[in-house]
């Protein structure tokens, strides 16, 4: 499975931008997608994911205000972000986990999202 993650960007505090990231390959069967990130200094996180079935969930720290969505004809997660904070800087991450065996993580190239004035 290969992910490619667009999207981020410099976006002043109180903005908004959209994630996308497409996934293509072996997509098949239960699976989650979901965004990481990760700021510097500081270990990855998890922000949001989605499974197959629209089942969402998200940290306490984005609740509110990021939405998580997918279009599963295309195989494509987004990740809505608005009233974003300078911590919300960061790279962010898409990741495709398999729900059944082999279990398998997939992770895309980082994107940068940058809130500053």
């Known amino acids: 499975v290969l992910l490619q993650a667009s999207g981020g960007g410099l976006v002043q505090p109180g903005g908004s931008l959209r994630l996308s990231c497409a996934a293509s390959?072996?997509?098949?069967?239960?699976?989650?997608m979901a965004w990481y990130r990760q700021a510097p200094g500081k270990q990855r996180v998890s922000v949001a994911s989605i499974t197959n079935v629209d089942a969402t969930n998200y940290a306490d720290s984005v609740k509110g205000r990021f939405t998580i969505s997918r279009d599963n004809t295309k195989n494509t997660v987004y990740l809505q972000m608005n009233s974003l904070k300078p911590e919300d800087t960061a790279v962010y991450h898409c990741?495709?986990?398999?729900?059944?065996?082999?279990?398998?993580?997939?992770w895309g190239k980082g994107t940068q999202v940058t809130v500053s004035s």
């Open positions: 390959g072996s997509i098949f069967g239960p699976n989650t």
């Open positions: 990741n495709y986990h398999r729900m059944t065996w082999p279990f398998t993580d997939y």
